[in-house]
């Protein structure tokens, strides 16, 4: 009886392998080979499931997005309006080992994307559902009368949207000042500011 193969775990764990080229080694060093290596497979093994190193790249930041967007609606309802909207931003926000390592890699695909039109076409995308998702939160909250009515939607949605991007950032580059704790101290700062007096 032939050996059933599961194609779409097989994909992942090659993204899984180009990852850890990335935090490992850094964008530069991935390759069909270095992937392929980091894998144990061989570059001919690989190129049956991508036709190139760029469908390789760009299979592998749709995955990271995936997988942020599969925590983000999978968070509990119920509790608080700030607990809630903390518990959804912190999906993004590097608190761990793995989003951590998500963070330095879509990083790495962001600055790849300058010069990447496949991964530009991806990260502007990715840039759009999360601008569109706080705004969608912010929407909610004023509907509740949960934030004050002077708040501008438009621009507040860019102030938390530019909030998680720079936590996000400030995490890999300054881990030590910027810890977990630190990040949710910050956003709880945030998100109380916005509430009415």
């Known amino acids: 009886m032939p050996k059933l193969v599961d194609h779409d775990a097989r994909r992942r764990e090659l993204a899984q392998a ?8 850094g964008i530069d060093h991935v390759s069909v080979r270095s992937v392929a290596a980091e894998a144990g497979w061989s570059p001919g093994a690989l190129r049956h499931y991508f036709d190139s190193q760029d469908q390789l790249l760009e299979f592998a ?3 990271v997005a995936e997988r942020v967007r599969q925590r983000a609606a999978a968070v509990p309802q119920g509790g608080g309006w700030r607990d809630q909207v903390l518990n959804v931003l912190e999906q993004f926000l590097p608190t761990d080992a793995e989003r951590r390592a998500e963070t330095a890699i879509w990083f790495a695909f962001s600055a790849r994307a300058q ?3 496949g991964l530009r ?10 601008r569109e998702g706080i ?3 912010l929407s909610e909250l004023a509907r ?3 934030i004050r009515a002077d708040i501008d939607p438009s621009v507040e949605t860019d102030r938390l949207h530019a909030l998680v991007d720079g936590l996000c950032l400030h995490s890999l580059v300054h881990p030590r000042q910027l810890t977990p704790a630190r990040m949710r101290t910050v956003v709880v700062a945030h998100l109380d500011s916005l509430a009415p007096n």
Request: net charge positive.
């Open 115 to 117: 010069v990447d039109p």
């Open 61 to 63: 930041m749709d995955l």
């Open 135 to 137: 705004a969608k939160i």
């Open 18 to 25: 180009l990852w850890r080229v990335v935090v490992h080694k």
């Open 144 to 146: 509740h009368g949960a």
């Open 121 to 130: 076409r991806r990260r502007t995308a990715l840039h759009d559902e999360l």
